[in-house]
């Protein structure tokens, strides 16, 4: 259940000589809707009446679309961060005439006493926030590693990190983690893409294993199997360099150990330029007919708009961060003789155009005892375009681990 949504109108007096919203009055609708939310729930002395005061620290405002006087705002709100003196809020105001998004924004407070002394956070104001986690459906908000990453997390038994590829989101797995019952299946949206935050800047293969890894510690999960599609492979073997005791198996699908040749790397340079200077549709043109098998492109129109769409909507700044991650990357060749003790499947569409199944080939003879399967009927992604084989093979092996 998440937490109680709040309309305020905006008035005349809120807005500028040209009638929008300004910015102070955005600040103060914002802190209303807080206190509002409080009144409803553990009422709004829940600080003063343990002697605290949660002093705002930091604000992130990103503004979406003009506001005017008569316009009702729907607040919604939730804790992406609950630390011992410190928590974070999103907010999202949307009008609810036309269900524009008008500005989400981030706070950070600190808990204090009097004399300006952090203090611990009030146990009922924690109690009444974490009974009510953001969630839609089976999509939890997560504040990790400095970021807000949108994650999916269904079901119960041995918890499986399915790792999306580029520039593409965690809906890739869909058929996956409807499929895959009897295990706790996690897909986040990568930084960058998705419904996650894309920063401007700080993407790396590094940055996206310590998303991970941190993800992981927030969902409480000790051990796992790991499932990466193509840059999903290069984040965990990035993650593998750190924090290989805690696998207990690995799916590697469509994806290579290699850094990329000199050439690639132009290639990501001119990739970059493209989405820059003409948005992510321009990538999604340009990427789809090398991501599909031909029959996939000509028989499957549901598939080839859904990755359309999972390309068109990835913010630039994560395609081009994304981008410089993949160029930068260091190869992983040298990690894959140690892991002999890691049950392994490496997975391949046959008509792969991008990772061949050559490659994959080239993946199992390095990884001692490591499976190969390929997917007849499916290029770079199979788990879209051949859902059921996929999700078929993906269970006999995740079954033989558990
Ligand atoms: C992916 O699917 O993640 C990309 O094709 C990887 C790459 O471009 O190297």
Redesign the pocket.
């Known amino acids: 259940m998440s937490l109680p949504e709040i309309d305020l109108v905006v008035y005349p007096d809120e807005c500028d000589a040209f009638g929008h919203l300004n910015q102070a009055s955005f600040l103060s609708l914002f802190e209303r809707a807080r206190w509002e939310m409080l009144l409803r729930g553990p009422g709004m002395d829940v600080f003063t009446r343990g002697g605290s005061w949660p002093a705002l620290r930091k604000t992130v405002i990103e503004y979406r679309a003009a506001a005017f006087p008569g316009d009702v705002l729907r607040f919604q709100q939730a804790l992406t961060h609950h630390g011992r003196t410190s928590f974070t809020m999103r907010q999202t105001a949307r009008r609810v005439q036309d269900d524009t998004l008008i500005a989400s924004a981030e706070f950070v407070f600190v808990c204090i006493d009097r004399q300006g002394r952090p203090v611990p956070v009030p146990p009922a104001f924690g109690e009444y926030m974490h009974a009510h986690p953001e969630t839609t459906g089976n999509v939890q908000r997560l504040m990790v590693h400095g970021v807000n990453l949108a994650v999916e997390v269904l079901g119960e038994g041995p918890p499986v990190l399915f790792v999306?590829?580029?520039?593409?989101n965690r809906t890739m797995w869909r058929a996956q983690l409807e499929g895959l019952t009897g295990f706790r299946r996690i897909a986040p949206d990568l930084r960058g893409m998705g419904q996650s935050d894309a920063p401007d800047l700080g993407y790396g293969m590094n940055i996206y294993a310590a998303d991970l890894a941190a993800l992981l510690d927030a969902l409480g999960i000790e051990e796992v199997i790991l499932c990466g599609?193509?840059?999903?492979g290069?984040i965990i073997f990035e993650l593998l360099r750190t924090w290989r005791s805690r696998l207990r198996g690995l799916v590697l699908m469509?994806?290579?150990a290699e850094a990329?040749t000199p050439e690639?790397r132009r290639a990501r340079d001119s990739a970059a330029s493209l989405a820059r200077e003409r948005g992510a549709a321009a990538i999604a043109e340009a990427?789809l007919p090398?991501?599909l098998a031909p029959d996939t492109l000509a028989n499957q129109p549901d598939v080839v708009e859904h990755v359309r769409s999972m390309i068109a909507g990835t913010p630039v700044a994560g395609i081009v961060g994304a981008l410089a991650a993949?160029r930068d990357r260091a190869g992983s060749e040298s990690l894959l003789s140690s892991l002999a003790d890691v049950p392994t499947m490496v997975m391949v569409g046959e008509s792969d155009a991008?990772?061949p199944p050559e490659q994959a080939r080239t993946l199992v003879e390095a990884i001692p005892g490591a499976r190969l399967e390929i997917i007849p009927g499916a290029g770079?992604?199979p788990p879209l375009e051949q859902p059921e084989e996929v999700t078929r093979r993906l269970r006999e092996f995740l079954s033989a681990l558990s």
Request: glycine share 8%.
């Open positions: 999306h590829g580029y520039p593409l599609l193509s840059m999903g290069y469509d994806t290579r990329d690639a990427m090398k991501l993949m991008l990772t770079h992604l």
